[in-house]
DNA sequence: AACCATAACTGTAATTATTACAATGTCGAT
DNA sequence: ATCGACATTGTAATAATTACAGTTATGGTT
């Protein structure tokens, strides 16, 4: 993503396109690899030396309030961050640690959901083994046999 | 439920059914309300006031593992359990904080999951208004108009 | 350019949830 | 009654997040 495109994006959502905020944006769509605040930190940190941790958990509780990013929680022991806010599922490989973006069904949710309720948010994940990874399995399975 | 049910549970899944780990398993199965750790510990201790919330860590733990109950996880600051681990979604309202229950479709997910991919766990939640809540808020809007 | 108000950034300290660990208690088998 | 294994407990350590106060960058005004 352009530098241009990004600053874009942060202002139609009435935020102000800092150096450190682009930065973050930027890495967040580029990488696609729903980090966590640690990883943004320690990957950008190199490049921006004067960086805060306190300055990534602000930006991007700022870029969630205004919907620019949505959090995504597998483990109860990460946050991570996703610059993806439509709707889609998460796998996380419980092998090598990867988490996978798939399609859900539209409406998948709805269905089930009483009337009178009002939905703000949906989110759906699981956890399981990545196609690399059960291969492995697999494979180990045959040699062992 | 019965002592007796509760014992016969912990025990088909190879848990030794003690004193603590029955009144905490009593508990989530009797009031349903998805509760945190903390939740538990402060709603048990005037019975049991030696209980340590280190138990409660230890015990949620361990029937985690052995699958007797399942994590819900829609805030980031809040670990809560409960023991349905069968398939169903949860809704959390914004406003009382309450935790809803609701079915989701057979197979809502496996749709978009891809070939080679095994799946150990599927998780489906959503936040908003519940019924109650988002009616007051309906009631205000009337009144002030 | 100098000045100023505002907002953003930074580093440290405080808070909170969770885990580690070592001591103590429980309980059934001998 | 003794023993060993396991469960429970309380405290200390760890780790993630937030609060806060000082500093710096930004943009507008003179
Ligand atoms: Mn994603
Ligand atoms: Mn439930
Ligand atoms: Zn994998
Ligand atoms: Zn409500």
Redesign the pocket.
């Known amino acids: 993503m352009s530098r241009q495109e990004a600053v874009q994006i942060l202002q139609t959502h009435g935020i ?1 396109p ?4 682009i930065k973050i944006y930027e890495y967040l769509v580029d990488k696609k690899n729903h980090p ?3 990883t943004i930190y320690r990957e950008l940190s190199p490049g921006l030396p ?6 990534v ?3 991007l ?1 700022l870029f969630h309030s205004v919907n620019v990013v949505q959090k995504v929680m597998i483990e ?2 990460e ?1 991570r961050f996703d610059a993806d806010t439509s709707i889609h599922g998460h796998f996380k490989c419980l092998s090598c640690g990867e988490v996978y973006d798939f399609p859900v069904q539209k409406n998948a949710l709805m269905y089930g959901i009483p009337e009178g309720f009002s939905i703000t948010d949906e989110h759906i994940y699981c956890t399981g083994y990545c196609q690399d990874c059960a291969q492995v399995d697999t494979t180990l399975l045959q040699a062992s046999s």
Chains 1, 2 share one sequence.
């Open positions: 102000k800092s150096y450190q905020r966590t605040v640690d004067t960086l805060s941790k306190t300055t958990y602000n930006t509780k109860d022991n946050v």
